[in-house]
């Protein structure tokens, strides 16, 4: 993690357009612009793979209402035990919302995304609890308290933060953008090569196995060892 003020990246960006004393951009505005170099480099980081921003939360129910801040699904597991064993549900594509109609069962196999809701499948028996994995949306920081801190990820962050704030400056008053915009896009393609490159000296594994042990017997696999 590398954490920031809002009010250190607003004069990071002032600086980067030359504006440090300039009062043709409020700092309201410069505000905005953070929000809106924010939630880009939080798309460059999602969009790569990386689970940097992943929380969950417990789904005990056929169907839960998706979190308000709820952007995409990681995925969901079964909690086998209290001693935290878990069993990874598939997800159910719209071809197969019959398949476990009229299913009575203990333990979900499958999950789905329906309007505003996810739902297991089949619903889950009283005490049995799912962990839905998501990535939340990124925070907006327009009107923002100064010392709020925000964490910009990696010093490549910081730098996109700073310039994408210029670039927007600059292109307000209608000045050359050419430098920030150039600068901007060199700094994203660096970010999303960071991003894919997260496990600097570990290989990653081409196929997902199955876990022996961790399905019950006579379970639907919709996967196997390839």
């Not at 997800?91 to 809701?117: D, H, I, V, W």
């Not at 910081?158 to 430098?179: G, I, R």
């Not at 700094?187 to 042990?213: N, T």
Request: aromatic share 10%.
């Amino acid at each position: 993690m590398r954490r920031f003020k809002v009010s250190d990246l607003v004069t990071l960006g002032k600086q980067k357009a030359d504006q440090e004393n300039a009062t043709f951009v409020a700092d309201a505005d410069w505000k905005g612009h953070l929000s809106a170099a924010y939630a880009e480099l939080y798309e460059e980081i999602v969009k790569s793979g990386l689970r940097y921003f992943e929380v969950e939360h417990d789904l005990t129910a056929e169907y839960t209402d998706l979190p308000d801040d709820h952007l995409s699904t990681i995925g969901v597991d079964f909690l086998i035990d209290t001693a935290g064993h878990r069993r990874s549900l598939y997800e159910l594509m719209g071809q197969e919302r019959g398949r476990f109609a009229g299913t009575n069962s203990n333990e979900p196999q499958a999950y789905s995304l329906e309007g505003g809701k996810i739902r297991l499948h089949p619903a889950p028996a009283t005490g049995k609890t799912c962990k839905h994995a998501y990535i939340p949306q990124p925070l907006s920081l327009v009107g923002a308290a100064d010392d709020l801190e925000i964490d910009v990820i990696m010093p490549l962050g910081e730098q996109f933060l700073s310039w994408s704030m210029a670039f927007q400056a600059l292109a307000k008053e209608e000045s050359d953008v050419t430098v920030a915009a150039a600068e901007r896009e060199r700094l994203r393609v660096d970010i999303a090569e960071w991003a894919v490159r997260r496990a600097f000296d570990q290989s990653r594994r081409l196929i997902v196995e199955d876990e022996p042990g961790l399905w019950s017997e006579g379970a639907y696999r919709p996967w196997g060892r390839y």
